[in-house]
């Protein structure tokens, strides 16, 4: 069975990831031919693929993220799980601990996680903006704006601009 050129073009489009180029397409030739039931089929199968795909590049960029958010700070508040895990079996136990003693401790731990909360988002930043270099330029461009919706980027914006100013300046863009 012959196609319609149309479709077969849509086609070729809808391979190489072009689904706008591809419903642009189908609906042009649609109307020149409004009646044709093969252009609306294919016009229904390539808006179905559009809409499928954006929101599986919507979950894979959430998942990434989600991924790397955690794993950085893991890797960031690791030596303070392991230096503590040490000092617990090095200092002896004593029994007359008073309140004092545990306000200190507890005010050396913030001091210490704060910063390293802190680092751990750096790491998580760098290795999102490698993570944007492999993409292509409009898939980039998408998956940087989904970052600020999912992740409060107010909070960690200085440490954001910094690593998105480097980004942008050894990309090009």
Known sequence: MKSHPAVRRAG???????????????????????????????????????S????????RHRLVAWLLFPSALLLAISPLVLV??????????????????????????????????????????????????????VERDKAEAQLARAINVAVLEPQYSQARDRFVSRNGR
């Open 12 to 50: 070729i489009l809808l391979q190489y990831g072009r689904f706008n180029r591809a419903v642009a397409c189908l609906e042009a030739a649609l109307s020149a031919e409004p009646d044709n039931r093969e252009l609306l089929d294919a016009l229904e199968h390539a808006r179905l693929q559009c």
């Open 84 to 137: 503590a895990r040490r000092l617990d079996s090095w200092l002896p136990a004593r029994r007359d601990d008073n309140l004092l003693t545990l306000l200190a401790v507890i005010i050396a731990c913030v001091m210490l996680i704060l910063p390293l909360i802190l680092l751990g988002a750096r790491l998580f930043l760098w290795a999102w903006f490698r993570y944007l270099a492999l993409l292509p330029e």
């Open 52 to 59: 499928q795909s954006r929101g599986w590049c919507r979950i």
